[in-house]
């Protein structure tokens, strides 16, 4: 994976269609992938017509890895409320774009951020999210995608 981004790899087509919190590090830093695609149309899990996604399990929610090619990961102090811990609407409506994918939480914000709100929704282009996030000072990298036999016990 990284040779291809190494070698003439462009980013330009590649869409963020699902954000998955993994936890924080030994330094308190949160840590998200990004799942990233080309093609977001046939993008869905068996749980995304339910509603409200907080009541499903994180299992059924996450999509295919056939579903997407990259990942690109953010470790950041910003804590990120993501459409799968939404107990109003499903995964269906995030894809509806009626709810954000991901935003950033305000609850301990003593001012309203500047130059703008982190918000990303389904199908937003990671360039466009990653412009968003060097308004911050915050980056984007690629990190390994796991291949079912990573993941086999």
């Given amino acids: 994976m990284f040779e291809e981004i190494e070698n003439g790899f462009t980013q330009d087509n590649l869409k963020v269609v699902f954000i998955l ?9 949160n840590i998200y992938h990004f799942m990233l695609s080309e093609d977001d149309s046939e993008t869905f899990a068996e749980g995304w017509a339910e509603k409200p996604s907080c009541n ?5 929610l996450m999509i295919d890895g056939s579903m997407y090619q990259y990942i690109k990961e953010l470790k950041t102090e910003l804590i990120l409320d993501l459409a799968q811990d939404n107990c109003c609407y ?3 409506d995030c894809r509806d774009h009626i709810v954000a994918l991901a935003y950033e939480n305000l609850d301990n914000a003593e001012e309203y951020p500047e130059p703008c709100r ?8 990671i360039n466009d999210v990653e412009k968003m996030f060097a308004q911050r000072d915050l980056s984007l990298k690629y990190v390994e995608k796991e291949t079912e036999s ?3 016990v």
């Fill in 150 to 152: 990573d993941t086999d």
């Fill in 21 to 29: 919190y993994v936890g924080t590090d030994s330094e308190g830093m």
């Fill in 56 to 60: 499903e399990n994180i299992s059924s």
């Fill in 90 to 92: 499903s995964m269906q």
């Fill in 118 to 125: 982190i918000v990303i929704h389904f199908g937003d282009y």
